[in-house]
């Protein structure tokens, strides 16, 4: 499975301190450990969607539509 990087890099809310998301593997990763603790559907679709990435474009795609997930789960950490 082929990795593939994510620019600008997503920074989620974490403890102790946000947490840089700088690739699909890296957010592959991120959204399995989330849903070790229970979270809903759209993160269910997410790991399927960020576990079939195969090309540049997936990946991109991919990326937009974590971005968009996190935002809408309040994760999201903006940068001025």
């Known amino acids: ?11 989620v809310k974490d403890t ?5 998301i700088q690739s699909i593997a890296e957010a592959r990763a991120f959204v399995e450990e989330e ?4 979270r809903p559907s759209p993160w269910r679709e997410m790991a399927k969607r960020l576990q079939t990435v195969s ?3 997936d990946a991109i795609e991919a990326a937009g539509a974590l971005r ?3 935002e809408d789960e309040a994760m999201l950490v903006h940068r001025p």
Do not use: H, N, Q
């Open 68 to 70: 968009e997930l996190l």
């Open 1 to 11: 499975m082929p990795d593939f990087p994510i620019a600008p890099p997503l920074v």
């Open 55 to 57: 090309s540049e474009e």
């Open 16 to 20: 102790p301190r946000p947490r840089r």
């Open 35 to 38: 849903m070790r603790i229970g």
